[in-house]
């Protein structure tokens, strides 16, 4: 349509504060180029100062790493079944496998698109009846949605077993006052390119007690016995975060609270300019429930529509893309059990991410805005 190809809009993009290069300078002009250093213990202390007491960082490569020390903390291994949110991303189940272990998909609940509570008790109580009780569940707080924590959390303490709380996507959220990362046995956070903070790369283990803490960064750093040589009785990892990587960090964590504003403000344009369309629909935030607003997700009324919208987005050069394709109908997870009520397939069918990040401009809102009204008119 325009002569001139108009300015790509971006789903999620970096978004630096400004003070990030000052942080990675000094790393250089102090030498400190290295998985270690002032930065990295700089940034586990404002994630622990910001997160509240109790909470224990080790900052590591990525999300990733973190999930998959987080299962071997929690005691998972060869042969085990662990309990897996299946609308997310495929790095919250791909540790399991590394490991050895099974996935087990659970699906989600209307309100929250999050890990179904009664779902989850079902598959706990028919794989226990089934001889093997779960070592692990993994829930998610998607697209910065918090989950049902006190209904998850009811059922996996009823049962003992621990929670993995995937918090890759909800740095900022909170729940009932409480903040999103603070409610797993162990929590991971994610500082990818597209995440509400970034580091380029990276990602962070949260624990509740600092010895759990102590043993994810031996485990990281290649699992070195203490001897003057290198000396080691169980396998280990190159999962550290660089100095380098974690002064971007420490850059990032002064603008989190800003990040969140304008993902809000974003959630609420969109809101605002569609919501008397009946064929879009948005995901609201239960009482209490606080949504860092990662992404700005719709729900239309069916596929056709919602492949309309992207297709349309598309060509005017803007990029939207389809929710999470659940995990039980993933080809790599299709020889795993699920318990399946519906609605992630139902969502995965007819929901779109929309442009979201905290650098979008109010012309790119509107240059959004339009192209949607023109398909739903
Ligand atoms: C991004 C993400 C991860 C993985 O984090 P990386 O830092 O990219 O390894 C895990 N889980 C969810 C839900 C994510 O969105």
Known sequence: MNAVESKKIWLSSPHMGGMEQSYVKQAFDTNWVAPLGPNVDGFEKDIENYLGDNNFVAALSSGTAALHLGLKLLGVSRGDEVLCQSMTFAAS??????LG???????????????????????IKDRIAKGKKPKAIIAVHLYGMPYNVEAVHK???EYKIPVLEDSAESLGSSYHGMKCGTFGDIAILSFNGN???TTSGGGALIAKKPEQREKAIFLATQARDNAPHYEHTEIGHNYRMSNIIAGI???QMEVLEKHVNNRRNNFNFYKNNLSDSAEIKFLEEPTGFHSNRWLTCIE???YELREGL??????ENIESRPLWKPMHRQPVFADCDAYLNGISDDLFDRGLCLPSGSNLEKEDLFRIVSVIKNILR
């Open 249 to 251: 960090g420490r850059g």
């Open 155 to 157: 059922i996996a303490s």
């Open 93 to 98: 189940a791909n540790p399991i496998v590394y």
């Open 310 to 315: 992207r297709l349309a987005l598309a060509e």
């Open 300 to 302: 239309t009324t069916s």
């Open 195 to 197: 995440k509400i903070i």
């Open 101 to 123: 272990a099974k996935p087990i998909f659970i699906d989600s609940e209307a309100q929250t698109w999050n890990i179904c509570p009664e779902q989850l008790e079902l598959a």
